[in-house]
């Protein structure tokens, strides 16, 4: 039974989306303030996170930080803020997914049962020397693309910032980090070169992005790859 861990300081709501996942088959554990909620992050396992931002004792911008670096699973958030900054921050800090309040119960559960099934198959593929996402193949030992069994030909640099995208699904990295942790030191002051490096990615994975594109521009924030 897959468990999943709601951090909600509003109980009434809690109680609701605990009655509608254990209802779908899931074991629920409830959190009423930020900082249980991050005890049971460190000292439990769950397969999912549903997370609200504004929490006493520590909001979910700061177990964002704290989590998302450190545990490899999904974190949906939910929550009454509806501009769009706290949607770029949260992703950029590491969330999967972002709902707002208010929503259907029938709609939550639909999202987490995608989330657990997509990072249930990510995990099973990464394990294997082959990553398969859609119609994208990556042979890891072999350092080579594929879309649709049609090999695709990439550099050593495109490789190897797609790769680390494609290991990293659904977080948002900026142009900074992605140089730092794909060529290895600081950007300094160009990131014309992940720009770039982005833009023939694209064409050579993605050749018709209107059906299905695989690395997202989030606007003010950064790239990352969509599972």
Same mark, same amino acid.
């Given at each position: 039974?897959?468990?999943?861990?709601?951090?909600?300081?509003?109980?009434?709501?809690?109680?609701?989306?605990?009655?509608?996942?254990?209802?779908?088959?899931?074991?629920?554990?409830?959190?009423?303030?930020?900082?249980?909620?991050?005890?049971?992050?460190?000292?439990?396992?769950?397969?999912?996170?549903?997370?609200?931002?504004?929490?006493?004792?520590?909001?979910?911008?700061?177990?964002?930080?704290?989590?998302?670096?450190?545990?490899?699973?999904?974190?949906?958030?939910?929550?009454?803020?509806?501009?769009?900054?706290?949607?770029?921050?949260? !992703?950029? #800090?590491?969330?999967?997914?972002?709902?707002?309040?208010? /929503? $259907?119960?029938? *709609? +939550?559960?639909? =999202? &987490?049962?995608?989330?657990?099934?997509?990072?249930?198959?990510?995990?099973?593929?990464?394990?294997?020397?082959?990553?398969?996402?859609?119609?994208?193949?990556?042979?890891?030992?072999?350092?080579?693309?594929?879309?649709?069994?049609?090999?695709?030909?990439?550099?050593?640099?495109?490789?190897? !910032?797609? #790769?680390?995208?494609?290991?990293?699904?659904?977080?948002? /990295? $900026?142009?900074? *980090? +992605?140089?730092? =942790? &794909?060529?290895?030191?600081?950007?300094?002051?160009?990131?014309?070169?992940?720009?770039?490096?982005?833009?023939?990615?694209?064409?050579?994975?993605?050749?018709?992005?209107?059906?299905?594109?695989?690395?997202?521009?989030?606007?003010?924030?950064?790239?990352?790859?969509?599972?």
């Amino acid at each position: 039974m897959k468990r999943i861990l709601i951090i909600e300081d509003d109980k009434s709501i809690s109680e609701l989306q605990k009655d509608y996942l254990e209802m779908s088959g899931y074991e629920v554990v409830c959190a009423f303030d930020g900082k249980t909620g991050f005890d049971y992050i460190k000292n439990d396992n769950f397969d999912l996170i549903i997370l609200d931002l504004m929490l006493p004792g520590k909001d979910g911008f700061e177990i964002l930080k704290e989590v998302a670096d450190s545990k490899e699973i999904p974190i949906l958030i939910v929550s009454a803020k509806t501009d769009e900054v706290y949607k770029i921050k949260g !992703l950029n #800090l590491g969330a999967d997914d972002y709902i707002t309040k208010p /929503f $259907s119960m029938g *709609e +939550l559960v639909a =999202r &987490v049962n995608s989330h657990i099934k997509t990072y249930e198959k990510f995990k099973n593929s990464i394990k294997k020397k082959l990553i398969v996402v859609g119609a994208l193949s990556i042979d890891r030992g072999d350092r080579r693309v594929y879309i649709d069994d049609n090999e695709v030909l990439l550099t050593q640099k495109e490789f190897d !910032l797609l #790769l680390f995208l494609i290991e990293n699904p659904n977080r948002v /990295f $900026s142009k900074e *980090e +992605l140089f730092e =942790r &794909v060529w290895g030191y600081d950007a300094l002051s160009d990131t014309t070169t992940i720009t770039v490096h982005i833009a023939r990615i694209r064409e050579k994975i993605q050749p018709n992005p209107e059906s299905r594109q695989y690395i997202e521009t989030v606007w003010g924030a950064g790239y990352r790859f969509k599972i």
